[in-house]
């Protein structure tokens, strides 16, 4: 287990490189990475109602419902319909993504009411709940907006990453030789 953790500090910066490379194309191209999305839940819901089908046809006859072979059958028309119709996929994502923004704005708002009674730094809730839901608005009226939102948050998750898995490449090659001049010194004491 030692010698496994103690190689290959390269591979996790690597991988660090990687991300940080993949992170730079999805901040470049918000509308192909929300295309890319989209077509990810039109085939994974095709894949549920395919799944649910084959689980159907599988089971025993005291275990078949009519209801799941119908959801199932719903399940792919929808899969079908949300990978023939990109476009609406892209925007329903981009309106539920607004939605959700909207939401959360509306609840920090309220919370930085509340919270600015008692202490001066509500305002700061206040603020940060207005600017949220003008950015819903944006979103949910805007699907270029809406990529690029969905894009920066996605973006940034994988940057920050790819800059942790570099830093832990880095911390395990300096772990890896004071393992080895450790190792090197406690031979050297015995020999």
């Given at each position: 287990m030692l010698q496994q953790l103690l190689r290959k500090w390269w591979v996790i910066l690597l991988q660090g490189a990687l991300l940080i490379i993949l992170a730079i194309y999805i901040f470049?191209?918000?509308?192909?990475?929300l295309a890319g999305i989209s077509l990810?839940?039109?085939l994974l819901v095709l894949a549920a109602g395919i799944l649910g089908v084959i689980a159907w046809l599988a089971a025993d006859k005291t275990e078949k419902e009519n209801m799941s072979i119908l959801w199932s059958i719903v399940t792919i028309c929808f899969g079908l319909l949300m990978l023939?119709?990109?476009l609406t996929t892209?925007?329903?994502i981009t309106v539920i993504f607004g939605l959700w923004m909207l939401v959360t704005g509306v609840l920090l708002t309220q919370s930085g009411m509340s919270v600015k009674?008692?202490?001066s730094l509500g305002w700061v809730l206040v603020i940060t709940g207005v600017f949220s839901i003008l950015a819903a608005i944006m979103i949910i009226f805007n699907i270029g907006t809406g990529a690029v939102g969905i894009s920066t948050l996605l973006g940034l998750q994988v940057l920050l990453t790819g800059i942790g898995l570099v830093i832990l490449a880095f911390a395990k090659k300096a772990l890896?030789?004071?393992v080895k001049s450790k190792i090197a010194s406690f031979k050297s004491d015995f020999s």
């Amino acid at each position: 287990m030692l010698q496994q953790l103690l190689r290959k500090w390269w591979v996790i910066l690597l991988q660090g490189a990687l991300l940080i490379i993949l992170a730079i194309y999805i901040f470049n191209n918000p509308v192909e990475v929300l295309a890319g999305i989209s077509l990810w839940f039109g085939l994974l819901v095709l894949a549920a109602g395919i799944l649910g089908v084959i689980a159907w046809l599988a089971a025993d006859k005291t275990e078949k419902e009519n209801m799941s072979i119908l959801w199932s059958i719903v399940t792919i028309c929808f899969g079908l319909l949300m990978l023939t119709h990109l476009l609406t996929t892209m925007k329903t994502i981009t309106v539920i993504f607004g939605l959700w923004m909207l939401v959360t704005g509306v609840l920090l708002t309220q919370s930085g009411m509340s919270v600015k009674k008692e202490n001066s730094l509500g305002w700061v809730l206040v603020i940060t709940g207005v600017f949220s839901i003008l950015a819903a608005i944006m979103i949910i009226f805007n699907i270029g907006t809406g990529a690029v939102g969905i894009s920066t948050l996605l973006g940034l998750q994988v940057l920050l990453t790819g800059i942790g898995l570099v830093i832990l490449a880095f911390a395990k090659k300096a772990l890896v030789s004071n393992v080895k001049s450790k190792i090197a010194s406690f031979k050297s004491d015995f020999s």
